[in-house]
């Protein structure tokens, strides 16, 4: 079962910060908070990732809450390239072995 | 090539056919992964291997999936015996050790008739 809650979708436009939520409220410790994205008929990929604090990379930022249970990504500059639909997930690093649970993601539509 | 490529891109069966699915990764990447995208749905977790071997199979759906990867390299799902329920996009996914970040191919597009 998916660890993670996201709205099914949303709108945003050209230009403007785009913030997807999502709610982990039962991560634990060691996971981190993951977040992909899969433009129509490609593979899912990576944006970005962060355990407790906040990220920022080319792509977009990460803010994590204080108490982890939630997080948003930030796509600064929406894009009309940037229509997709985004996955947040939760994974833990195991040498012994691990699975990636996607849930239903959030399809943001980028309009202009 | 520089990402992970997969075939065929698209694979149409007749129900009971046998059908086979090569993922070949991003060359020393450890760790392999398979998925199976229903139309509309999330990438759900098959099975997972580093190296040659497979640590996980918990969501393998049947006895007819069969995923290996005898030399740590490309990967091949099988799937026998297909039944219409198992038209999906299947996913390869692989990742270099202490990485930390899953690249994904383009996906094989299964159709059972």
């Known amino acids: 079962d998916a660890k993670t809650t996201q709205p099914p979708s949303m709108d945003c436009a050209e230009g403007r910060a785009a913030n997807l939520p999502c709610n982990h409220s039962t991560i634990s410790g060691n996971e981190y908070v993951y977040w992909y994205r899969q433009i129509h008929s490609q593979g899912p990929q990576y944006i970005i990732h962060g355990l407790k604090n906040n990220e920022t990379n080319e792509m977009a930022s990460l803010i994590i809450t204080e108490d982890r249970k939630s997080s948003t990504l930030i796509l600064p500059h929406a894009t009309l390239r940037d229509t997709a639909v985004y996955y947040c997930?939760?994974?833990?690093?195991?040498?012994?072995?691990?699975?990636?649970?996607f849930g239903a993601g959030t399809r943001l539509f980028v309009k202009a | 090539g520089a990402g992970v490529s997969q075939s065929p891109r698209y694979k149409v069966a007749k129900r009971g056919q046998d059908v086979a699915l090569r993922c070949d990764p991003i060359?020393?990447?450890?760790?392999l992964f398979w998925y199976q995208q229903a139309l509309g749905q999330g990438p759900e977790f098959l099975t997972y291997?580093?190296?040659?071997?497979?640590?996980?199979k918990s969501g393998l759906p049947s006895d007819r999936f069969f995923a290996e990867r005898p030399e740590g390299s490309v990967s091949t799902l099988k799937i026998q015996r297909t039944q219409q329920e198992d038209s999906a996009v299947y996913l390869c996914?692989?990742?270099?050790?202490?990485?930390?970040?899953?690249?994904f191919g383009p996906g094989t597009r299964l159709t059972v008739l």
């Open positions: 997930i939760v994974r833990v690093w195991n040498t012994g072995g691990f699975k990636t649970i």
């Open positions: 996914a692989t990742e270099g050790a202490g990485a930390n970040e899953q690249f």
């Open positions: 291997f580093q190296n040659e071997a497979q640590l996980d």
């Open positions: 060359s020393g990447h450890v760790s």
